[in-house]
C-alpha cells in the first residue's frame, strides 16, 4: 500500500498539536483505567497493564512526532505504510478517549454522540475548543479510513 | 493344550468434561466511529466487511454482542487487541 496523507491547515496544525501536549500524557491513564482487565489471574492483569501502558506511551510518541512533522500550508501528514495509518488511527481514538472522559465528564453520550448538535453557547470557552479538537481529530480518523478501507463505510 | 482365553470384562466411562467456552463481548460506545469499529473488527477478528459491519450495527442497536467464542487464552488475547483498539470490551464465561 503506497503512502497515506492527511492534511490540514496549519491552524488546526497548532491547535491540535497544543491539546496534545496537554492531554497525551493523561490519555494512557485514561486508556489503562477505562480497560477491562481480568480481575481473576493477577499475572493476566499485570500484562495488560503493561501492554496497554506500554501501547499508549507509543501512541503520544506518534502523534508528538506525526503532528511536529507536519509541514507546509496546508500541513501535511504523512504515514508511510498500514501498519503505521492502524496505529496512527488508535492513538486518535485514545485520544478522543481521554478528551471524552478528562473534559466531557458531563456531557451524556447521547449528547457526544451528536455532537454538531450541541449547542456552542451553552459550553465554557474550554469545552468549546476541546469540543473542535475532538471533532477535528474524528475527522482525521474518517479521512485515514476512507483512504485505508472504504469498505469499512456504509 | 491351549489356554483358554479370557475376556477381561471392561467398563469405560467418559469422564472428559469440555472446557469452559468464553465469549469476548464488546460494548456500545459514543466515541469511537463506526467504520472504525468495523476495521478494528476486520483487523483483529479477522472478518469481512460484511460480518464486521452486522456486529458493529447488533452493538450499535442493542448495546452489545458477542463477537468470539471459545477457549479462554485466545479469548483473552482478542479482548486485549480490541482493547488495543480502544473499543469497550470484555471477557465472560459462556453459559
Known amino acids: ?154 | 493344550m491351549a489356554k483358554p482365553k479370557l475376556k477381561p470384562e471392561i467398563k469405560t466411562e467418559s469422564l472428559v468434561s469440555a472446557a469452559p467456552r468464553w465469549n469476548v463481548v464488546v460494548l456500545n460506545d459514543p466515541i469511537n466511529y463506526q467504520a472504525y469499529v468495523v476495521l478494528a473488527f476486520m483487523n483483529v477478528l479477522r472478518l469481512g466487511a460484511a460480518e464486521a459491519k452486522r456486529l458493529m450495527r447488533v452493538i450499535h442497536a442493542e448495546g452489545r454482542a458477542t463477537v468470539w467464542t471459545g477457549g479462554r487464552e485466545r479469548a483473552e488475547m482478542l479482548s486485549l487487541e480490541l482493547q488495543q483498539w480502544h473499543l469497550n470490551s470484555l471477557l465472560e464465561q459462556d453459559g
Not at chain 1, 503512502?3 to 489503562?32: G, H, K, Y
Not at chain 1, 480497560?35 to 502523534?63: N, S, Y
Not at chain 1, 504515514?79 to 503505521?84: F, R, S, Y
Open chain 1, 1 to 154: 500500500m503506497a503512502e497515506l496523507r492527511l492534511t490540514m491547515t496549519t491552524e488546526a496544525r497548532t491547535v491540535l498539536t497544543d491539546l496534545l501536549r496537554l492531554i497525551a500524557p493523561a490519555a494512557a491513564r485514561v486508556t489503562v483505567n477505562r480497560a477491562h482487565v481480568p480481575a481473576t489471574d493477577p499475572e493476566i492483569a499485570g500484562f495488560w497493564v503493561e501492554t496497554l501502558t506500554a501501547q499508549a506511551a507509543e501512541e503520544a510518541r506518534l502523534l508528538a512526532v506525526a503532528f511536529a512533522g507536519a509541514k507546509g500550508d496546508p500541513a501535511v501528514i504523512v504515514l508511510p505504510n498500514e501498519a503505521q495509518a492502524h496505529a496512527f488511527l488508535r492513538a486518535l481514538s485514545a485520544v478522543r478517549l481521554a478528551l471524552r472522559d478528562l473534559v466531557f465528564a458531563d456531557v451524556t453520550d447521547a449528547q457526544l454522540e451528536n455532537a454538531e448538535d450541541l449547542d456552542d453557547a451553552t459550553l465554557p470557552t474550554e469545552q468549546r475548543h476541546a469540543l473542535a479538537c475532538y471533532a477535528c481529530f474524528g475527522l482525521l480518523q474518517q479521512s485515514l479510513i476512507a483512504q485505508l478501507c472504504p469498505e469499512a463505510f456504509d
